[in-house]
């Protein structure tokens, strides 16, 4: 019922700054949060963010607060992760998942996953 699709991943040096975009398949986009959340090899899955289904509602998680943003468009089926001030331990490969309603930091509570996209920080 629904896809997700990451892009905007890359290789940027420490101290920069990438975009990433989750494009959101599904004829009810409004009814579903939508959540960023990032794996390194051998490691738990760590929620990044997420905003509510109708945007009034926005989480950021400890580990990124301050350097992380989030924003969601409606219109296009879209939520962007703004990463700033990037460094080596922000390399991981990055996946936004959707969940029906309010949004849960916890990654067995999202229902959809993309594939993720890669993001590799420089030192």
């Known amino acids: 019922q629904v896809q997700l699709a990451e892009s905007g991943g890359g290789l940027v040096q420490a101290g920069g700054s990438l975009r990433l975009s989750c494009l959101v398949s599904?004829?009810?986009?409004?009814?579903?949060?939508v959540g960023w959340f990032r794996q390194a090899p051998g490691a738990e899955r760590q929620f990044v963010g997420a905003?509510?289904?109708?945007?009034?509602?926005?989480l950021i998680g400890d580990s990124v607060k301050g350097r992380f943003t989030m924003s969601r468009d409606n219109a296009k089926n879209t939520v962007y992760l703004q990463m700033n001030s990037l460094n080596s331990k922000d390399t991981a490969v990055y996946y936004c998942?959707?969940?029906?309603?309010?949004?849960?930091?916890?990654?067995?509570?999202?229902?959809?996953w993309g594939q993720g996209t890669q993001v590799t920080v420089s030192s």
């Open positions: 998942g959707a969940m029906a309603g309010n949004y849960s930091p916890y990654y067995g509570a999202w229902n959809y």
């Open positions: 599904t004829s009810t986009f409004n009814s579903y949060s």
């Open positions: 905003v509510s289904e109708d945007g009034g509602r926005i």
